[in-house]
């Protein structure tokens, strides 16, 4: 049944025709294999341009499929997907039952052409599947009077996606259709790869775009923006895209620094930070810190710039900077006020002292002396309340002090002086128990703290007491401490005695109730602490304070 080729040539004579038979067959032969070649080129044409032009993968597969059946004129053709439970999967396929596709399983076994396949790794071809001794072939193959196939792996060094199996009812040699679907599987695994890559370039683009941060991208040589996140349009507003078309310099996005000098800060840090003022569509000021990092690919230069809203911070800086300044304002008030007490108001004070002890020196009415007496120790309280209110306002106002190398034993010795008229009136015994020197981290400040309490002491002590003044040297401060033997404190009140205002007593000492808050407020100005308990001799208080030592040699200014 060998069919031959003749080419038939027809001469007309006068009576007669000469016909001539030559025999072309094998030049025809050469001819057809070129056109059946030249139809397998022009599948795989058509299969790349799919694979370039197709958004899913899906489509590619069933076009390879139907086209690499009808190119080889063969029944079956399919993509066999290698899933992760081991087995392959017949996704795409032609000349199948439509039941099979999507849902026939082969599995990945040496006695099915698949599996024996994928452990060859290299295309095997099935001549007789009736005759074949190498598997015996899947019950699918069978159940479709399949005899003739080839099965080729469609993977690289990487990944194994699957086979590309074709297979015909009737007896066949595809060794010389190999090459043909090589070419087809390298599209396809090439395919697979590159819709894998998009898909993860894709996850990023969605992560960067559902970033809370601006994100763009510049190109480092001309400075014009390539490529800018959502979070940027929406700044820009909708007309967002066209505006970075017709202005693409980083300049009509930030004013303040142009491209030159952050690539000139690059090239020296390869990152760099600025602070910038964005007035958005919607006419709303956004301060933005601009991280720029320097990226390079293949010789070219690419900034990236990753931009912070930090608008809610700078307004709570600039809304703090405005109420620490009102502070400042209220407090040169108050100290406005504080001066005015001390000068102002004092000087008339001080007038009046004068000239009530004027009076009651020249005075010998009895009922005016004691009249102008009751003037004049109203007027001492008078001027008691102005000077230690002044000091108090002062000390709140003061947020640290200065501290000096200060000898603490001149400033005992300094307050038990201050008191020694009254102390000699009350014929107290007050007995300083240091020899000194206490050098502490102070300033003169705390000479009140000295004073308040040997003042109390000798105010809330009864005729003929003792009063013992000591300072105890501790590991990092001096312990001050004034022992007086006089009414004591009430447990209750001694939690609040050093508030202001508050009073332990209300018998006759005269007293404000303030002198305990200034004490309180100079030991924490100096970061030590303030105390009172019961005095463990007998009746009476120990009140206390902690100053800082100086541990290294004392600098005295
Ligand atoms: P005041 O001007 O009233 O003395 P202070 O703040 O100095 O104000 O003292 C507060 C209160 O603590 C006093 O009113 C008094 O009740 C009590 N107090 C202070 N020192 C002593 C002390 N050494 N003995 C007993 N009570 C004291």
Redesign the pocket.
Known sequence: MDLKYFLLSFTDLAHMSIITLQDISSPKDLEKKLKYREKQQAAVVSIGTQALCANEIDDLMQFAVDKVASTLGVEFCSVLEKIPQGEFLLRWGTGWNDWFIASAMVPDEPYAHAGYTSRKREPVIINDLLKETRFKGHSLLHAHDIISGIAMIIGNSKRVFGLLVVYSRNIRDFTEDTLFLQEITNILIETVEMHMTIGRLQLFRELINRSNDLVLIIDGLTGNIKYVNEKVVSYLGPDGYARLQEAPQLSSLIQSVCHDQILKQLHTSNFCTIEDVFISHDNVIHYLEINFTLLEDNERKYILGIARDITRKRTTEIALKNYAQKLQDSNTMKDMFTDIISHDLLNPVSNIKGFTELLLENETDKKKIRMLSCIASNNEKLINIMETTSIFSRLDSVGSLEFNDIDLLPLCRNSIEMFQHQILQKGLDVVLEIEGPCVAKAHPVIQHAFS??IS??V???SNGDRIIVDIEEKKDVWKVI?T?F????PDP?KPV??DRF????SGN?????????I?KRIIELHSGNVGVSDNPLGK??I?WFTVQKVIERPVFN
């Open positions: 308040n309490l109390n002491a105010k809330y002590s004034v007086d006089g009414e004591g404190i009140k005695i050093f508050s009073r332990a007593t000492t005269i007293g404000k109730g303030l002198g305990l808050s004490v009476g208080s009140f």
